[in-house]
Each structure stands twice: as structure tokens, then as C-alpha cells.
């Protein structure tokens, strides 16, 4: 799907969002796949807001997100991204970067089957690891062996990951690639015609 094309005065990408029927996109995965990397590049190339809800869990607690798991626990965050998600789910179309564990909570994935097209980054232990490395405020891995939870979480995360509408793979290339993928596999799951597509004809003469 090229950039901006036009079929009929309608661009593909305004074609791929109004299929989308008013849902949003929802990117959902481990932390360090590129959720909101890859969603900011969706968001400008369909001309839709992006809002990744890890920072709106932490505007609407007024704390960052190791400052709430270490003063109420994990058990008060995942409520409190459990009534955001569904808050933003409940607004304008958008593209939504999620937290890693948000797609684990029974409630959140109706919420989001619902009012959105599920999106699974799926990255390897190495990618994750090369990434999560480059930032400290990650506050599930804060263990005496950081690979080993990863495992452990990649155990536990991606048989449920793999309910998302659509699959597709981060690794090492440049987000603009990923995000790309992402907007072409939408288009076919949404049955978005080719931008190029000659309209069809009429069966009377």
C-alpha cells in the first residue's frame, strides 16, 4: 500500500481507516517489541491519533509506572490499566500502544475485541533483550536474572498474545519497515482493495 494513494479521490489510507469501522488499532506484545515505536509510525501514516496508555496510566496516577508498582503493587496497576484502556477505547479511533501484561486481563481483551483491531508485535529473547537493555525503568525485569523472566513471560504471554487479529514479527530492521507490514497486513484483514484496483465494472450496458 504506497503512501497516500489515491483510488477515486479516496486514499488507500483513508480507505483502510474508514474500514475500520470506527475501532482503533491496538498493538499489544512484550515489552521492548516496538509497540510504540512502530504505533507512532502507524498513527502519521493513517493520520490518526497515537496514544500509548502506559503514559496515560501514569497522567491520570500523577506517578511513573516503577513509582506505582513500588508504592501499591502490581495487583493496583493492572486495575488501573485495566480502566484506562477501556476509557480510551471508548474515544475516537486512534492507534494504542499497550503495556505488556494489558492483553493478559480477560476483561481488557473483550474490551479491545470490541472496539479495536488487535495487533501482536511478536519479537524474539534476543531482540526483547537487546531493547529492554537500553532502559532501566522496566519494573517486572528489576531481577536477579532478567533473561530468565523474560523467558518466564514469554512463556506465559505469547499462547495469549496469539488470540490478536493479526500477527506480526518485530526483529532488526528499521520501525518504519514494521509499521509498514502492519498498515498492509490491516489493509487485507479489513478486505481493503489494492489501492491500484480498477474499479469493477457494471454487469449493465
Not at 499497550?98 to 524474539?124: C, D, K, Y
Not at 499462547?159 to 514479527?169: G, M, Q
Amino acid at each position: 500500500m504506497q503512501q497516500d494513494t489515491n483510488r477515486g479521490g479516496v486514499t488507500a489510507e483513508s480507505a483502510l481507516v474508514e474500514a475500520l469501522g470506527g475501532r482503533s488499532i491496538v498493538l499489544v506484545g512484550l515489552m521492548g517489541a516496538g509497540k510504540t515505536s512502530v504505533g507512532k509510525r502507524i498513527a502519521a501514516r493513517l493520520h490518526l491519533p497515537f496514544v500509548d496508555a502506559d503514559a496515560e496510566i501514569e497522567k491520570a496516577a500523577d506517578a511513573t509506572i516503577p513509582e506505582i508498582f513500588a508504592r501499591h503493587g502490581e495487583a493496583y496497576f493492572r486495575d488501573g490499566e485495566r480502566r484506562v484502556i477501556r476509557r480510551l477505547l471508548d474515544g475516537r479511533p486512534k492507534v494504542l500502544a499497550t503495556g505488556g501484561g494489558a492483553f493478559m486481563n480477560a476483561e481488557t481483551r473483550a474490551a479491545i475485541a470490541a472496539g479495536g483491531v488487535s495487533i501482536w508485535l511478536r519479537a524474539e529473547l534476543d531482540i526483547l533483550m537487546a531493547r529492554v537493555r537500553k532502559r532501566s525503568n522496566r519494573p517486572l525485569l528489576q531481577t536477579a536474572d532478567p533473561e530468565a523472566t523474560m523467558r518466564r513471560l514469554m512463556d506465559e504471554r505469547y499462547p495469549v498474545y496469539a488470540a490478536s487479529d493479526i500477527h506480526i514479527l518485530s526483529r532488526d530492521v528499521p520501525h518504519d519497515v514494521v509499521a509498514e507490514e502492519v498498515v498492509t497486513a490491516l489493509a487485507t484483514f479489513l478486505a481493503v482493495p489494492p489501492a491500484d484496483a480498477a474499479p469493477s465494472e457494471s454487469a449493465s450496458t
